[in-house]
């Protein structure tokens, strides 16, 4: 038989009584205020889980802030992401907040609390996730958030705004096909993120649609850092038969491609091509200036401001999984590989 129907969400008053708590407390809990009891926080926590949270219609403003996410505060990707948020939030009078999980791709529990003292007008996980425990915690408390270039699938629930990455994986592949190459070796970033992933699928399928076998010697797993592009590039380099292009899945380990190019006394792009991905800002200063993928850094993240403003204000926006198109950028690191190498020939001679 089907279960009672869920009834309407409760108000603080009907979450105290049913907790045998004060109104106080129950209020609290629900503005993310810290001196409560972590057993009592649990039970009204699990009570306003399973029967909701009905806010009273004079509800206090949010903070004018947008609270930005990073998994890591490195390099040029995280200055495109802010500064597309920042352009937002000026235009709305919005301020914007920054936390860095160091290297952590979920917050830990402290980060939820510290959002929930804030009181964000909306959060924005760059490159992360969070738990669905996190996530009903934010809702609850009307605090919507978006996922940016989401680690792991978003799901249905988490709106989300990402690049198309399998395309550009693609288009990076082709234009080495293109150009000659049958040995391309790829670069790729973590097997856990769903962007490394997508990108990965893309060369695969522009190898196979151009019968050229997969050989597993050249695909390599990196960490998205120029010391991990120098170090696989060096094995790749090393070997009997190796690459005459790389594909590098992002652009900080196409900086460690060029470093293992050139310890290794070869020329880019003479003797070894080199496609990045990205197109950070001073990859065009590299020599020879890198040829890329770019991926819309900015623009993601002012859609991703956008949204989350739309989801404030309860207007749905129109897309919960939007996905920006990448564009390959061809510069001077690409080139037809170099022919192989001339036999020795021997002639021979007669005496007189």
């Not at 219609?57 to 495109?80: C, M, N, Q, T, W």
């Amino acid at each position: 038989m089907p279960g009672p129907a869920r009834s309407r969400p409760l108000t603080i008053a009907q979450l105290a009584e049913l907790a045998g708590v004060s109104t106080a407390t129950v209020s609290k809990v629900v503005n993310g205020r810290a001196e409560v009891a972590p057993e009592t926080r649990a039970h009204i926590e699990s009570l306003i889980r399973a029967h909701g949270y009905r806010r009273q219609r004079k509800r206090a403003h949010p903070a004018p802030l947008i609270e930005l996410v990073f998994s890591e505060l490195d390099g040029g990707y995280a200055v495109e992401i802010i500064r597309g948020v920042e352009r937002v939030a000026h235009e709305n009078h919005l301020a914007v907040v920054l936390t860095e999980l160091h290297g952590r791709h979920t917050p830990d529990g402290n980060w939820v609390e510290d959002v929930l003292r804030r009181r964000p007008t909306g959060v924005i996980a760059v490159f992360s996730r969070l738990t669905d425990a996190q996530r009903e915690r934010l809702d609850t408390r009307g605090i919507p958030f978006v996922l940016l270039d989401p680690s792991g699938d978003p799901g249905h629930q988490a709106p989300s705004v990402g690049a198309s990455n399998w395309s550009g994986g693609l288009t990076a592949t082709r234009h080495l096909l293109e150009l000659g190459h049958r040995r391309i070796a790829v670069i790729t970033g973590p097997r856990h993120t769903l962007s490394s992933r997508a990108r990965l699928d893309g060369y695969r399928t522009a190898l196979d649609t151009a019968g050229v076998p997969i050989d597993p010697a050249l695909i390599r797993e990196g960490d998205f850092h120029v010391e991990s592009g120098l170090a696989q590039a060096r094995r790749l380099l090393r070997l009997p038969d190796p690459p005459t292009a790389i594909f590098s899945a992002n652009d900080l380990q196409a900086v460690g491609v060029y470093q293992a190019a050139h310890d290794a006394g070869l020329r880019i792009p003479q003797d070894l091509s080199v496609v990045g991905f990205d197109d950070l800002p001073h990859v065009r200063w590299l020599i020879p200036p890198l040829t890329t993928v770019r991926q819309p850094l900015t623009a993601m993240a002012s859609t991703a401001a956008t949204m989350v403003l739309q989801l404030a204000r309860d207007e749905p926006p129109a897309q919960s999984r939007v996905e920006l198109a990448t564009e390959l950028v061809v510069r001077g690191s690409t080139a037809p590989p170099p022919p192989p190498p001339k036999s020795r020939k021997f002639r021979k001679t007669s005496r007189t």
